[in-house]
């Protein structure tokens, strides 16, 4: 919208979304100095997407810059105390495996090749019982392992984060909706507050599942489909002992990690749950009885000792996703100082290092490295959509193919 109303207060860059992406771009904007820095948060941190996020963090891309992306979000989890004054979000080095069929052996191998440095490998039949001897693996050819992947506390990194912005300067806020963004000839002017306005020339749209509504607000189009995706933990089975990776698994469409030392965590990959748009204002936050009953029985067919374990808690986490289910990262072509880092499409958490840095670069360097092009806005209007599987999207193939 457009508007001329004297203007309330004044910032350099105002960041809409207080998740991981948009508290990571405030903390890195505010150690670059780059000027005044306010973060706009609807309700309280880590809220959303972010709080919901099981924190996985690996490296599986079939495409370089975001192999390197997710490689630079390894290693800030990994020594996070130094990127954070000190404070923890307790990573665990578990490793990952996925198990596939022969006909992902080729795509394991490729994104291996991308890896420069890494541990990854892929496993033999043999190989794979003897790391996970307590899985019934006879209908698997093959598995991706990584070793340097892991896990974290996605909310608590957004709020250790969010003290160490502060600390060097930036203006985070909860509690504080935009409600409207003003635009002028030379592109974003201001954003609208419940109490006033903040005259800007900058604003980046890190709302995630509400990012489309915060674009139409600058008469920016982004094209981004909320989705439930379910997630449950149960008690840990005496026959799990020991420490064990993430697993993933390409045939029966779920996941699981250890969580803490008596729980384990397993969430759907199910690429039917991405089918149905949901309103994030008011969704299902939990699952229902047949759902969690469904995604116990695709988990026990693959581990059957879980078949008489209590269960702990159930929640639906809320994903940002894209068409091509890649995200949305760098300025409008459509307004000038509009920055849009969304759609993550469950990539978030383990790209929001990389986001972060790649945002402020363009903002304050005028630097547009390789993947802002990759993942640029305007990709889907040019027909340049990215067509590449990930760890998750090979149990799609798996899925069509069955």
């Given at each position: 919208m457009e508007g001329n109303s004297r203007m309330s207060e004044s910032a350099d860059i105002v960041i809409i979304g207080g998740g991981i992406t948009g508290v990571t771009t405030a903390f890195l904007a505010?150690?670059?100095?780059?000027?005044?820095?306010?973060?706009?948060?609807?309700?309280?941190?880590?809220?959303?997407?972010?709080?919901?996020?099981?924190?996985?963090?690996?490296?599986?891309?079939?495409?370089?810059?975001?192999?390197?992306?997710?490689?630079?979000?390894?290693?800030?989890?990994?020594?996070?105390?130094?990127?954070?004054?000190?404070?923890?979000?307790?990573?665990?080095?578990?490793?990952?495996?996925?198990?596939?069929?022969?006909?992902?052996?080729?795509?394991f191998a490729s994104g291996i090749k991308l890896q420069k440095g890494s541990r990854s490998r892929i496993l033999s039949p043999s190989e794979l019982r003897d790391l996970l001897p307590h899985m019934a693996t006879d209908d698997l050819d093959c598995a991706y392992y990584e070793p340097e992947a892991g896990y974290a506390d996605a909310s608590r990194a957004c709020l250790a984060l969010a003290a160490a912005a502060r600390a060097r300067g930036a203006d985070i806020r909860q509690s504080s909706p935009a409600v409207g963004i003003l635009t002028d000839p030379a592109g974003v002017s201001a954003v609208i507050t419940k109490t006033g306005e903040i005259s800007t020339r900058v604003v980046v749209n890190a709302a995630g599942p509400w990012a489309s509504r915060v674009a139409s607000w600058a008469g920016v189009t982004v094209g981004i489909k909320p989705t439930r995706h379910k997630v449950i933990t149960v008690q840990r089975p005496n026959a799990l002992t020991g420490r064990h990776p993430i697993f993933s698994d390409a045939v029966n469409l779920f996941y699981m990690r250890p969580d803490s030392t008596s729980q384990i965590l397993i969430g759907s990959t199910n690429p039917a749950d991405s089918r149905e748009e949901i309103d994030p204002d008011s969704y299902a936050t939990g699952a229902n009885f047949d759902e969690i009953a469904e995604l116990i029985d695709r988990a026990v067919r693959r581990i059957p000792c879980l078949r008489d374990v209590g269960l702990v808690a159930n929640w639906c986490g809320i994903y940002d996703e894209t068409a091509d289910g890649f995200p949305v990262l760098g300025q409008s072509h459509e307004v000038r100082g509009f920055y849009l880092a969304t759609g993550l499409s469950g990539h978030g958490f383990k790209l929001a290092p990389a986001i972060g840095r790649m945002i402020v670069s363009a903002i304050v360097d005028g630097i547009k490295e390789p993947a802002m092009h990759l993942l640029r806005p305007s990709r889907f209007a040019e027909g340049a959509a990215i067509d590449s599987p990930t760890t998750t999207t090979l149990t799609t193939m798996r899925a069509s193919a069955r």
């Amino acid at each position: 919208m457009e508007g001329n109303s004297r203007m309330s207060e004044s910032a350099d860059i105002v960041i809409i979304g207080g998740g991981i992406t948009g508290v990571t771009t405030a903390f890195l904007a505010a150690r670059r100095g780059a000027g005044r820095i306010v973060l706009l948060e609807a309700s309280v941190l880590a809220s959303a997407s972010t709080g919901l996020s099981t924190g996985v963090v690996r490296q599986f891309y079939l495409i370089p810059e975001l192999v390197e992306m997710a490689r630079e979000g390894i290693a800030w989890y990994s020594r996070f105390g130094e990127v954070a004054d000190g404070m923890d979000a307790d990573f665990v080095n578990s490793g990952l495996v996925v198990g596939g069929t022969s006909g992902q052996r080729e795509f394991f191998a490729s994104g291996i090749k991308l890896q420069k440095g890494s541990r990854s490998r892929i496993l033999s039949p043999s190989e794979l019982r003897d790391l996970l001897p307590h899985m019934a693996t006879d209908d698997l050819d093959c598995a991706y392992y990584e070793p340097e992947a892991g896990y974290a506390d996605a909310s608590r990194a957004c709020l250790a984060l969010a003290a160490a912005a502060r600390a060097r300067g930036a203006d985070i806020r909860q509690s504080s909706p935009a409600v409207g963004i003003l635009t002028d000839p030379a592109g974003v002017s201001a954003v609208i507050t419940k109490t006033g306005e903040i005259s800007t020339r900058v604003v980046v749209n890190a709302a995630g599942p509400w990012a489309s509504r915060v674009a139409s607000w600058a008469g920016v189009t982004v094209g981004i489909k909320p989705t439930r995706h379910k997630v449950i933990t149960v008690q840990r089975p005496n026959a799990l002992t020991g420490r064990h990776p993430i697993f993933s698994d390409a045939v029966n469409l779920f996941y699981m990690r250890p969580d803490s030392t008596s729980q384990i965590l397993i969430g759907s990959t199910n690429p039917a749950d991405s089918r149905e748009e949901i309103d994030p204002d008011s969704y299902a936050t939990g699952a229902n009885f047949d759902e969690i009953a469904e995604l116990i029985d695709r988990a026990v067919r693959r581990i059957p000792c879980l078949r008489d374990v209590g269960l702990v808690a159930n929640w639906c986490g809320i994903y940002d996703e894209t068409a091509d289910g890649f995200p949305v990262l760098g300025q409008s072509h459509e307004v000038r100082g509009f920055y849009l880092a969304t759609g993550l499409s469950g990539h978030g958490f383990k790209l929001a290092p990389a986001i972060g840095r790649m945002i402020v670069s363009a903002i304050v360097d005028g630097i547009k490295e390789p993947a802002m092009h990759l993942l640029r806005p305007s990709r889907f209007a040019e027909g340049a959509a990215i067509d590449s599987p990930t760890t998750t999207t090979l149990t799609t193939m798996r899925a069509s193919a069955r």
